[in-house]
């Protein structure tokens, strides 16, 4: 096992790494970072709905890591729905062998949901479903991953969310976003709390230029500067190589 | 909103959930008493039996025989058809004679609290938490705010019953937490929307309820359920009652921050 604090360069270990929402954007961006600290034999889930995009985003890293020997999975499912998160657990456990040294979860997928005013949300439909992907998705999943092998000494545990500024901060308009955030925060808050054993962080990304940011644009008429999502990404990387956070933190790009 | 504490809560329409027992009952009680004659409490619980004997307490209470409308609506806020019969039946109250809309978001659940974080891999259970607890309060207060909207002369108020649980992170109460943290992150985007709507989440501290009976002999972190079990056996729980006068207190002096969150300790 690789001595994280040795004169060798710091490493996420021989890992099993699941990104979710890893086809394009931050997701996409954090996938090909990370595969480049994996060490050899690790395994990277590429979590999406659209095969076709993990596709080619696995030849594209396969054939830059063919000497680390990464094996990358590309698992397409819907993860609004028990059978993805479902699909999602079970590819994991296969992979999660004896030899591994860290699990690394990244809760990325999320969705905006519409932005409007706190009245015109009177369709529990459309918040149920927003609740289910962006609150109980996450945590079905974490729960699953965090029982895909029993813990030992030597294996390490990484969880991350996804988080914002607007998990902590109320924008009028932006109700389900919001909720959904400080949701999130808080039940990765409890499962901190309650295992000592695994590194929990709330990460917050900044505005970054995705998909989600141009429908800010469009819904809001409000740029907020986005910047490149290896960015953001790289300083992920840092927290995750360093490993000095708190479990359970939130911290913000802009604070790091 | 003058800074002298008024003496009654207006000629009201008020809307409470949960009012069958613990304490959206007391709260049912105790606005009846501060409400002017001509003012209508809107009851809404899954029990239709509780309802009954609260509406049958509350007609022959003072309140009652002094011109107090009280009407059940048994009702699954969980469900279309639940939100949508408790909402006309207030609209059908509201009338010109109105000068106080005042909505108690006070029905809740606990979620399985024997079982950690991790155990939570099914997404239906989650969900259906969440459907109850945070969908439904949301729903309700958006389809009460579009069907009795705002004119001159008329207070809007809406209470959120909330707990610590919402600003701390407790071992084995995921769901708990997880709610009420989304339910004050949802009524503080609310009072930012809306100036002139009083928003308050009022954290009651710990009752003697059906609630805390099942905090005390569920919980599965040994160390937060014997806390519970210490606050049952040494009498430090709340009556209802005492906490709902706080938060009558809170509502009669109305100087509250719109949005802001008060704990009964607090006062």
């Not at chain 1, 929402?21 to 050899?40: C, D, M, R």
Request: glycine share 4%; hydrophobic share 40%.
């Amino acid at each position: 096992m690789s001595d994280i604090n040795s004169t060798n360069p710091r490493t996420l270990c021989r890992g099993i790494c699941i990104i979710t929402g890893a086809s394009k954007g931050f997701g996409q961006a954090l996938a090909y970072q990370v595969s480049w600290y994996l060490e050899p034999r690790s395994v990277l889930l590429l979590v999406a709905r659209s095969g076709p995009l993990l596709q080619e985003m696995k030849e594209e890293l396969q054939s830059a890591t063919e000497e680390q020997q990464l094996v990358v999975h590309c698992v397409a499912v819907d993860l609004r729905t028990k059978e993805g998160v479902d699909e999602t657990v079970r590819v994991a456990r296969q992979e999660a062998v004896d030899e591994i040294e860290h699990v690394l979860l990244i809760n990325n997928a999320a969705s905006l949901g519409d932005i409007a005013k706190f009245e015109t949300f009177t369709n529990p439909d459309e918040v149920n479903s927003y609740l289910s992907l962006n609150v109980s998705s996450p945590l079905a999943l974490t729960a699953g991953i965090l029982q895909l092998c029993p813990c030992r000494p030597g294996l390490r545990w990484s969880v991350v969310i996804l988080s914002s500024m607007f998990a902590l901060q109320a924008l009028p308009s932006w109700v389900l976003y919001c909720t959904a955030k400080a949701a999130r925060n808080m039940m990765f808050s409890v499962l901190a709390k309650e295992q000592q054993h695994v590194k929990v962080l709330s990460y917050s990304p900044g505005p970054m230029d995705t998909d989600m940011q141009k429908e800010i644009l469009l819904l809001t008429n409000v740029n907020h500067n986005p910047m490149p999502c290896h960015e953001s990404a790289a300083k992920l990387m840092k927290l995750l190589l360093d490993n000095n956070f708190s479990s359970g933190a939130h911290l913000d790009f802009f604070d790091v | 909103m003058s800074s002298s504490q008024r003496k009654d809560l207006g000629r009201a329409l008020c809307i409470i959930t949960g009012a069958s027992r613990g304490f959206g009952r007391t709260v049912a009680r105790e606005l009846s008493r501060l409400v002017k004659p001509g003012s209508v409490l809107i009851l809404t619980a899954r029990s239709e039996e509780n309802l009954r004997s609260l509406e049958v307490e509350l007609a022959g209470s003072e309140a009652g025989k002094s011109g107090l409308l009280v009407q059940c609506v048994p009702a699954d806020l969980a469900q279309m058809a639940g939100l949508q019969s408790v909402v006309s039946a207030s609209r059908a109250a509201f009338s010109e004679h109105i000068d106080h809309v005042i909505l108690v978001n006070n029905a809740a659940s606990l979620g399985d609290v024997s079982r950690f974080t991790s155990s939570f891999t099914d997404m239906a259970e989650v969900d259906s938490y969440l459907s109850l607890n945070v969908t439904s309060c949301l729903c309700l207060t958006a389809r009460l705010l579009q069907a009795l909207p705002p004119r001159p002369g008329l207070c809007r108020s809406v209470i959120n019953i909330t707990s610590l649980c919402a600003l701390q992170p407790f071992k084995s109460w995921a769901l708990y937490c997880t709610g009420k943290a989304a339910r004050e992150m949802m009524f503080r985007v609310l009072a930012a929307e809306e100036p002139d709507l009083r928003v308050l989440s009022y954290s009651p501290g710990p009752l003697d309820t059906d609630m805390q009976l099942v905090a005390r002999s569920s919980t599965a972190d040994p160390d937060l359920k014997k806390t519970f079990s210490d606050m049952f056996s040494s009498g430090q729980l709340l009556t209802c009652e005492a906490s709902c006068a706080k938060l009558m207190k809170l509502l009669l002096e109305d100087s509250f921050t719109s949005g802001a969150h008060i704990d009964v300790f607090d006062l």
